[in-house]
């Protein structure tokens, strides 16, 4: 996902006049910009443990990440229990931060964020 940030200046020179004076003073002239700014995802990870059941995991899988479907689910629970983690999410910083607190409050073992 690639999000950015657009600013464009417009080119023209403006006189301004001294009252009388026979002095003119020109603003710098500045040509139409456009910066892109692309944000960073992050990526919330489960870990394996030997506290949680498979059934809690896929259930808060389910719960906290939006359109986190049931086969889905246990398809990530599985690969938790199977590699050790799990990628369950990737995205911006701040709801990413948000699905890790609520994983992490219903007693699953998280990985710190990650970026990339």
């Not at 910066?35 to 259930?59: Q, R």
């Not at 689910?73 to 910083?93: C, D, F, K, S, Y």
Request: include cysteine; charge should be negative; proline fraction near 4%.
């Amino acid at each position: 996902m690639d999000l950015g940030i657009s600013i464009i200046g417009i080119a023209e020179n403006i006189a301004v006049g001294g009252g009388g004076s026979s002095s003119t003073t020109l603003a710098p002239r500045q040509s139409a910009q456009v910066v892109n700014k692309s944000y960073s995802n992050y990526k919330v990870i489960v870990l394996n443990d030997d506290v949680n059941t498979f059934k809690h995991v896929a259930e808060c899988l389910q719960k906290y990440l939006p359109g986190m479907t049931s086969d889905r689910a246990w398809e990530l629970t599985h690969q938790v229990h199977n590699e050790g983690q799990a990628i369950v999410w990737v995205g911006p910083l701040e709801p990413a931060e948000l699905y890790h607190q609520q994983l992490s409050r219903a007693g699953l073992t998280m990985a710190p964020l990650e970026k990339g």
